[in-house]
T-cell receptor, first 115, second 113 residues
Framework: KAGVTQTPRYLIKTRGQQVTLSCSPI?????VSWYQQTPGQGLQFLFEYFSETQRNKGNFPGRFSGRQFSNSRSEMNVSTLELGDSALYLC??????????????FGPGTRLLVL | DQQVKQNSPSLSVQEGRISILNCDYTNSMFDYFLWYKKYPAEGPTFLIS?????DKNEDGRFTVFLNKSAKHLSLHIVPSQPGDSAVYFCAASARIVGNQFYFGTGTSLTVIP
């Protein structure tokens, strides 16, 4: 079974630009979560989508947004990029079974560098 | 507010010995706990999980212990191997309320040959 895939793997942008990252979950997984990882900060939760609806949201500004499509693929968008947005962005997919979220499986991440 | 904490940023262990990685949490609603391993430039890889109805779960060289009264969990790796050198993250979720997963800041394990 194919794992979680993320594209692109690397991105370089300049301040003020916007960026869109893509995530394809494991087949059969309807939940997709996004995380930001920066050195010393661990994994900071951005949001989770399930069946095209945002189910949970972390404490990030409105410049960070996402969506999910009917095939469970998800995109994350960051507008008006700032230097502090440089990070590894990770996507994770999971199943929900009997009302419980099962284990999350991660993609390889997208490394974003903002200059 | 960091609900899941890993207070040791790094740990060094000799090959063949036991590695013990610790994790503390503050939310008493958490009922599902996981450990992930992460190599540089890769996404975290799921290692082992435990639900709050258990206090121990084993999978090969990896054992997770849960002490609910102390709000503490630990990952034991026995015997440690050089390939275990990576960053280890613990995560927790209050599954019953449909919450997100909360992650610790990670512990970098170095296994010395």
């Amino acid at each position: 079974k194919a794992g979680v895939t993320q594209t692109p793997r690397y991105l370089i942008k300049t301040r003020g630009q916007q960026v869109t990252l893509s995530c394809s979950p494991i087949s059969g997984h309807r939940s997709v979560s996004w995380y930001q990882q920066t050195p010393g900060q661990g994994l900071q939760f951005l949001f989770e989508y399930f069946s095209e609806t945002q189910r949970n949201k972390g404490n990030f500004p409105g410049r960070f947004s996402g969506r999910q499509f009917s095939n469970s693929r998800s995109e994350m968008n960051v507008s008006t990029l700032e230097l502090g947005d440089s990070a590894l962005y990770l996507c994770a997919s999971s199943r929900w079974t009997a009302g419980y979220q099962e284990t999350q499986y991660f993609g390889p991440g997208t490394r974003l560098l903002v200059l | 507010d960091q609900q899941v904490k890993q207070n040791s940023p790094s740990l060094s262990v000799q090959e063949g010995r036991i590695s013990i990685l610790n994790c503390d949490y503050t939310n008493s609603m958490f009922d599902y706990f996981l450990w992930y391993k992460k190599y540089p430039a890769e996404g975290p890889t799921f290692l082992i999980s435990i639900s709050s109805i258990k206090d121990k779960n084993e999978d090969g060289r990896f054992t997770v212990f849960l002490n609910k009264s102390a709000k503490h969990l630990s990952l034991h790796i026995v015997p440690s191997q050089p390939g275990d050198s990576a960053v280890y993250f613990c995560a927790a979720s209050a599954r019953i309320v449909g919450n997100q997963f909360y992650f610790g800041t990670g512990t970098s394990l170095t296994v010395i040959p």
